[in-house]
């Protein structure tokens, strides 16, 4: 009998869906059939335990950096455990942005976590800022301290009472410090990465002689944290500043980067302050200048936090989990087998790995998982690449590319692999930044008056520009009306109405407006 007939022969006993289980050497045992259905149903199960994000985008959210284990929750309520998948994201933003910093002269230093109560005194506005979140140590061992350690929300004042004993003369400035390291804030609510009671950052804290150099360096980093942003992981940002109402505890002025979630929601995911001489003068930190006299230095700080990664899921992600941008992908590149029990089909995808291991993060997924299955793992977990190599592939001397951000397969001949890896990788990272400028864009709107404004914000999601008069009491009204916040003043200001949105009174600052994390 021939195999065209013998197959002919499997109609009544094997589904033509696992009619491919069928090699011609005879009819497949009924428990490999079984064996298959239930991968079948593992497979699409994989992708159903995501809440679709038009659903339901908290609980799309929860899903998903549940379901990729970037992290657990612990029985510290706020807190949470960063698995390896989403600390080696931490690890990737961590290096390339430290090496940016080294660029501009950055040195890393490492401060006490706790701060003394009167340290933290000496800065009133500051300590005002941060009090409902503070946490405070009352015992060491079993006896009572003689005066209450705050555990760092901020190291502004450690640094300041560092500075005071560092500094002396004019030939001491500039100083130009960075430190990594956790933070804890006792927020009421908590969710993951976004907002949580401790915290993975870093914060610089600068300090320099005149008022021009400190404002210098302040938007210097900002600018370092938009190129970030936008070159690394993929995000486009708003640069501006931030409202008085919205600005920094203790701060002469704060700067800030925007960004557009998926929902519509912004982000700051990057701040830059100066301070002017307000710590200084409170600490004592004086120098002696080029002319013998005492001046104040003037001081900035900056930082940046694991935000970014709740960033990153909710600007790429989709119905299936993370889409990672390669630069901060911890895989890059992950190949499948496709029958692996196949002769030299696991050989040949070792071979390929250690091919592209020395310019890209690669792995080959060589469990006994179905293919189907190892498909939907590396969507969750947001693999940029996917390579697809089999007996047939093998045979044409090619393998199939797949890009996560769109899902195109690209047959690939194996001699031009390197290549085409390092090619459509650059491709996908610029066309996620693309992708998502272009949804920022579309979500972006105009108001001249409060109608208007209001209609916006009842209908739509996203960001609205409108212009504003400066007088606090609008700010107030339209976060108390609306539940809005201003986001920033951007530094590439447009002329939307001559009055404000608020008020009807003349106005020349235009503000982003949103509903923010």
Request: charged share 30%; hydrophobic share 35%; aromatic share 10%.
């Given at each position: 009998?021939g195999?065209?007939a013998?197959?002919?022969?499997?109609?009544?006993?094997?589904?033509?869906?696992?009619r491919?289980?069928?090699?011609?050497?005879?009819?497949?045992p009924?428990m490999?059939?079984?064996?298959?259905?239930?991968?079948?149903?593992?497979?699409?199960?994989?992708?159903?335990?995501?809440?679709?994000?038009?659903?339901?985008f908290?609980?799309w959210y929860t899903?998903?950096?549940?379901k990729?284990?970037?992290?657990?929750?612990?029985?510290v309520?706020?807190?949470?455990?960063?698995?390896?998948?989403?600390?080696?994201?931490?690890?990737l933003?961590?290096?390339?942005?430290?090496?940016?910093?080294?660029e501009?002269g950055?040195?890393?230093?490492?401060?006490?976590?706790?701060?003394?109560?009167?340290?933290?005194?000496?800065?009133?506005d500051?300590v005002e800022?941060?009090a409902p979140?503070v946490?405070?140590v009352?015992?060491?061992?079993?006896?009572?301290?003689?005066?209450?350690?705050?555990?760092?929300?901020?190291?502004?004042?450690?640094?300041?009472?560092?500075?005071?004993?560092?500094?002396?003369s004019?030939?001491?400035l500039?100083?130009?410090y960075?430190?990594?390291?956790?933070?804890?804030?006792?927020?009421?609510?908590?969710?993951?990465?976004?907002?949580?009671?401790?915290?993975?950052?870093?914060?610089?804290?600068?300090?320099?002689?005149?008022?021009e150099?400190a404002?210098?360096?302040?938007?210097?980093?900002?600018?370092?944290y938009?190129?970030?942003?936008?070159?690394?992981?993929?995000?486009?940002?708003?640069?501006?500043r931030?409202?008085?109402?919205?600005?920094f505890?203790?701060?002469?002025?704060?700067y800030t980067?925007?960004?557009?979630?998926?929902?519509?929601k912004?982000?700051?995911?990057?701040t830059?302050?100066?301070?002017?001489?307000?710590?200084?003068?409170?600490?004592?930190?004086?120098?002696?200048?080029?002319n013998n006299?005492?001046?104040?230095?003037?001081?900035?700080?900056?930082?940046?936090?694991?935000?970014?990664?709740?960033?990153?899921?909710?600007?790429?992600g989709?119905?299936?989990?993370?889409?990672?941008?390669?630069?901060v992908?911890?895989?890059?590149?992950?190949?499948?087998?496709?029958?692996?029990q196949?002769?030299?089909?696991?050989?040949?995808?070792?071979?390929?790995?250690?091919?592209?291991?020395?310019n890209?993060?690669?792995?080959?997924?060589?469990?006994?998982?179905?293919?189907?299955w190892?498909?939907?793992?590396?969507?969750?977990?947001?693999i940029?690449?996917?390579?697809e190599?089999?007996?047939?592939?093998?045979?044409?001397n090619?393998?199939?590319?797949v890009?996560?951000?769109?899902?195109?397969?690209?047959?690939?001949?194996?001699?031009?692999?390197e290549?085409?890896?390092a090619?459509?990788?650059e491709?996908?990272q610029?066309d996620?930044?693309?992708?998502?400028?272009?949804?920022?864009?579309?979500?972006?709107?105009?108001?001249?008056?409060?109608?208007e404004?209001?209609?916006l914000?009842?209908?739509?999601?996203?960001?609205?520009k409108?212009?504003?008069?400066?007088?606090?009491?609008?700010?107030?009204?339209?976060?108390?009306?609306?539940?809005?916040?201003?986001?920033?003043m951007?530094?590439?200001?447009?002329?939307?109405?001559?009055t404000?949105?608020?008020?009807?009174?003349p106005?020349?600052?235009?503000?982003?407006?949103?509903?923010a994390?």
């Amino acid at each position: 009998m021939g195999k065209k007939a013998e197959c002919q022969t499997l109609s009544g006993v094997v589904p033509p869906e696992f009619r491919s289980l069928w090699d011609g050497r005879g009819v497949p045992p009924l428990m490999n059939v079984e064996k298959e259905r239930k991968r079948k149903m593992a497979d699409k199960k994989m992708v159903e335990a995501i809440t679709a994000m038009d659903v339901d985008f908290a609980q799309w959210y929860t899903d998903v950096v549940k379901k990729a284990e970037l992290i657990d929750y612990t029985s510290v309520k706020g807190c949470m455990v960063i698995k390896p998948a989403g600390y080696a994201i931490w690890e990737l933003i961590q290096s390339q942005l430290d090496a940016k910093f080294k660029e501009t002269g950055v040195e890393n230093v490492y401060l006490p976590m706790f701060i003394p109560e009167s340290l933290l005194q000496k800065e009133k506005d500051h300590v005002e800022g941060f009090a409902p979140e503070v946490a405070w140590v009352t015992y060491g061992g079993l006896q009572p301290l003689q005066e209450r350690l705050c555990v760092r929300p901020t190291s502004e004042t450690l640094f300041c009472d560092f500075y005071k004993n560092e500094i002396h003369s004019y030939r001491d400035l500039p100083k130009v410090y960075n430190q990594w390291c956790s933070v804890v804030r006792w927020e009421k609510e908590t969710r993951p990465f976004l907002r949580s009671r401790e915290f993975l950052w870093q914060e610089g804290h600068t300090a320099h002689a005149t008022e021009e150099e400190a404002e210098a360096r302040t938007i210097q980093m900002l600018n370092v944290y938009a190129d970030f942003c936008e070159q690394v992981l993929a995000i486009p940002v708003i640069k501006g500043r931030k409202t008085d109402k919205e600005k920094f505890a203790g701060a002469t002025a704060t700067y800030t980067i925007e960004a557009l979630m998926h929902d519509g929601k912004a982000l700051q995911s990057g701040t830059s302050h100066n301070f002017g001489d307000g710590f200084a003068r409170a600490f004592g930190i004086q120098y002696t200048d080029k002319n013998n006299q005492l001046q104040y230095v003037h001081q900035t700080s900056w930082g940046m936090t694991t935000r970014l990664i709740g960033a990153i899921i909710m600007v790429h992600g989709d119905d299936n989990g993370l889409v990672l941008p390669p630069r901060v992908a911890p895989t890059q590149v992950c190949i499948i087998p496709i029958r692996q029990q196949a002769e030299g089909v696991l050989d040949k995808a070792y071979e390929l790995r250690d091919r592209l291991k020395s310019n890209f993060r690669v792995k080959v997924d060589d469990t006994d998982k179905s293919p189907g299955w190892k498909f939907a793992e590396c969507e969750m977990r947001g693999i940029p690449v996917r390579v697809e190599i089999g007996p047939k592939d093998m045979e044409a001397n090619k393998c199939v590319l797949v890009r996560r951000d769109t899902r195109e397969k690209i047959e690939c001949s194996l001699d031009d692999l390197e290549t085409k890896v390092a090619e459509l990788l650059e491709q996908i990272q610029k066309d996620m930044l693309e992708h998502a400028r272009a949804h920022r864009d579309a979500h972006t709107y105009s108001a001249k008056n409060m109608e208007e404004f209001e209609k916006l914000f009842a209908e739509k999601s996203g960001f609205v520009k409108a212009m504003w008069c400066g007088d606090q009491a609008c700010e107030d009204a339209i976060k108390e009306k609306l539940s809005v916040t201003s986001r920033c003043m951007p530094f590439e200001q447009e002329h939307i109405a001559d009055t404000c949105v608020c008020c009807g009174k003349p106005a020349t600052k235009m503000v982003y407006w949103g509903r923010a994390y």
